[in-house]
């Protein structure tokens, strides 16, 4: 059974670090791509960050680069997005895309809130 589910999330102040988990099962990582998106009120979701798993290569969307980090323990079934110096732009539902083209699977998100 293909299962994600991403935890982590909560409230911080700004200028504060959270660390969001993306725990995964009955998937083959190696061959996935792994994406977070977040969608804050109002707003299209957007992607933050990807993992391509087979050689871990990252990529950032502008907003984020610096102070996000995506990392994997290889052969684990977790990713882990370490978010810092956050920012009140940041509040947003995470969400953990795992991808192959075509077929993609989506975790239930966790909610990040940061204040000012």
């Known amino acids: 059974q293909l299962q994600i589910v991403e935890s982590g999330g909560g409230l911080v102040q700004s200028g504060g670090s959270l660390r969001l988990s993306c725990a995964t099962s009955g998937f083959t990582l190696e061959y996935y791509t792994i994406h977070w998106f977040r969608q804050a009120p109002g707003k299209e979701r957007e992607g933050v960050s990807c993992m391509r798993i087979s050689d871990g290569r990252t990529k950032y969307t502008e907003s984020v680069k610096g102070r996000f980090t995506m990392a994997r323990i290889n052969g684990r079934n977790t990713v882990y997005l370490q978010m810092d110096s956050l920012k009140p732009e940041d509040t947003a539902v995470y969400y953990c895309?795992?991808?192959?083209?075509?077929?993609?699977?989506w975790g239930q998100g966790t909610q990040v809130t940061v204040s000012s």
């Open positions: 895309n795992v991808n192959r083209y075509p077929n993609e699977y």
